[in-house]
């Protein structure tokens, strides 16, 4: 029996991630991080999503705002209209510094816990290589360390990691979604933290390129006009 | 300049960690974490050697009782009197789970906001071998994962992981500490979660065996004696 625990924000990725976890592991549970996040209507939507899906879902308090450092936590800081980061000239304001480790931590500590050793993440680099906690090497090294800190050095089941989508476009993430029946429609990838995306930021800026590529309308968008 | 931040409990361990970075760094920060540990009344002492050093002391928290899986974390799960898992048997109840994978995961993001790259802490392996989190080779596979996992993997300066003393026992590293002048009388390692150490959880037992190896009473002991 195999229990996969999703990193679950609600935008296109992991989303995808969960539509495809369910069809891989036995039992498929879905872990969202309200971080202090300004953008944190997504997991309200998200659990729209799991609850239609009937996923248990479990909500970790993570307050990354006490580090700062983040346009993505810090009001203070305004949120650049496209990443302007680089590999070359370091993380853009959207980073939140070493997030991802810390959440796959905490993902790790709860699996430990619930019998969760595959731990899945839709990290996209394609769309977004600015961000150095997505990367395949990255997710490599966090398996490491999570096999040489838990009880899996001691003889327990090791923890797998699992990135499937670090290799593929958003485009290429969509169209997979959509093949496996996802429902986009309460998804949000937006930061600037309203229901209604704002259209301008990198993230809807990313998502919006993906679904033109599919020639198709942006599903969340859909349903807004429909209500 | 190299600024390091010392992963602070108040126990011996990370006081003479405390100590030890003094000596080798140009500035010294202490990081405390309230995971929701039932020894919390730690945190309150641990302010008290700071605030004499003139340290800068910054608290996180992390609330790892979400979690459980512990009897640190878990008042439903009673302390053992001695540790009793074993490197066959697995981690023991006092096992937080992969709480210094997140620990360390938070100094590293608070790290690379404030320019602290060299992260210390006081992992004792020998005489607590039965704990994952704290062995060398875990270090060395957090390093990795941080500095994947940050803007050190984009041309920042990399992060320095320092357990200086995983080789050695507690009273080599107490022996150590009282060279370099520490002052112990405000550490405490008790579990039970009182100002006065019960005597009787493993944590008590092994620090009381080391103050014994030197001929000495505890310092704490002497205090709370003296008041």
Redesign the interface.
């Known amino acids: 029996m195999r229990h996969a625990a999703v990193l679950f924000s609600g935008g296109i990725d992991s989303t995808t991630a969960l539509y495809w976890a369910r069809g891989r592991f036995d039992r498929v549970s879905a872990l969202s991080f309200d971080y202090g996040q300004r953008h944190r209507v997504e997991l309200k939507l998200a659990r729209r999503l799991t609850s239609a899906l009937r996923i248990p879902h479990h909500f ?5 705002a ?4 983040s346009a993505l936590t810090d009001p203070g800081i305004d949120l650049p209209p496209e990443n302007v ?1 680089t ?5 853009p304001a959207t ?8 959440l796959l ?2 993902a ?3 699996g ?2 619930h019998g969760a050793r595959d731990l899945v993440c839709g990290f996209d680099v394609i769309d977004s290589p ?1 961000y ?2 997505t ?1 395949e ?2 997710v490599r ?2 398996q ?13 089941i090791p923890f797998a990691l699992h990135a499937p989508f670090v290799k593929m476009n958003k485009a290429d993430i969509l169209r997979l979604g959509l093949e496996l029946g996802a429902d986009y429609s309460f998804s949000i990838s937006c930061y600037a933290g309203a229901e209604t995306p704002c259209g301008a930021c990198s993230a809807c800026l990313i998502r919006g390129r993906a679904w033109r590529e599919l020639g198709e309308n942006d599903h969340l968008v859909r349903r807004l006009k429909e209500e």
């Open positions: 970790i308090d993570v307050d990354l006490q580090i700062g450092g980061g590999p070359d000239s370091g993380p980073y939140v510094p070493f997030r991802n480790g810390i931590s905490l790790a500590a709860w430990e816990v600015e150095p906690d990367r090497v990255f090294a966090m490491e360390a999570v096999n040489q800190g838990t009880g899996a050095a001691m003889g327990g």
